[in-house]
Nanobody, 124 residues
């Protein structure tokens, strides 16, 4: 089992920025990709962004393109999500994820490991 530790969530005003980070401390391994999902109250969990293990490929949900940027450091098993121009609709619990094989980015069931989640609240 891989433990993922997330940090960086919080409360921010609309138009502001936050940076989420996630790491798998104490572990060295190779997966296929890391990324982020989010879940807002009363809504299904949705894909936000993903990055391949070597950083060569990224994928974003249409709702965050141009505002969010994902980056990774596979030497530290770490991934970051820079979130700019935040909107009230971005309010959710954000989950760090890892998948171990090539598959659709958007399907939550394709991810093998999940963090506990960090709350992001954007006030309008």
């Amino acid at each position: 089992q891989v433990q993922l530790v997330e940090s960086g969530g919080g409360l921010v005003q609309a138009g502001g920025s936050l940076r989420l980070s996630c790491a798998a401390p104490g572990r060295t391994f190779s997966g296929y990709a890391m990324g982020w999902f989010r879940q807002a109250p009363g809504k299904e969990r949705e894909f936000v962004a993903g990055i391949s293990w070597n950083g060569g490929r990224t994928s974003y949900a249409d709702s965050v393109k141009g505002r969010f940027t994902i980056s990774g450091d596979n030497t530290k098993n770490a991934v970051h999500l820079q979130m700019n121009s935040l909107e009230a609709e971005d309010t959710a619990v954000y989950y760090c994820v890892i998948k171990m094989r090539s598959s659709d980015w958007e399907r939550a069931t394709h991810y093998d490991f999940w963090g506990q989640g960090t709350q992001v609240t954007v006030s309008s």
